[in-house]
Nanobody
Framework: QLQASGGGLVQAGGSLRTSCSAS????????VGWFRQAPGKEREFVAA????????YYADSVKGRFTMSRDNAKNTVYLRMNSLEPGDTAVYLC???WGSGIILSAVRSPLAYDNWGQGTQVTVSS
């Protein structure tokens, strides 16, 4: 089971760090992604990280502002969000895929992940 936390209300230009922890399974054996969904919009890829932590992937809209990392000893992944903009407002969801790794062409697709957390709300005010 995945549990996301760390969302909140922040002014534009501010920072937040969201966390996603896994219970009952070894997180180090999974590829993990962050997605976000705003009201009335489709679920959107934000970032992903390989189980080794050696490769990360970002949506163009967040590249240079967001950083995804993982601490496998703590069974937790993080999304550090800097220079937040009102357009970043959404529910942020973490997702994981255990077993075989996600092929590169699918890492940005929500269909590649089969375990989802409940999400945490991030609201950026202008």
């Amino acid at each position: 089971q995945l549990q996301a936390s760390g969302g909140g209300l922040v002014q534009a230009g501010g920072s937040l760090r969201t966390s996603c922890s896994a219970s009952g399974r070894t997180f180090s054996a999974s590829d993990v992604g962050w997605f976000r969904q705003a009201p009335g919009k489709e679920r959107e890829f934000v970032a992903a990280i390989r189980r080794s932590g050696g490769n990360t992937y970002y949506a163009d809209s967040v590249k240079g502002r967001f950083t995804m990392s993982r601490d496998n000893a703590k069974n937790t992944v993080y999304l550090r969000m800097n220079s937040l903009e009102p357009g970043d407002t959404a529910v942020y969801l973490c997702a994981a895929k255990w077993g075989s790794g996600i092929i590169l062409s699918a890492v940005r697709s929500p269909l590649a992940y089969d375990n989802w957390g409940q999400g945490t709300q991030v609201t950026v005010s202008s």
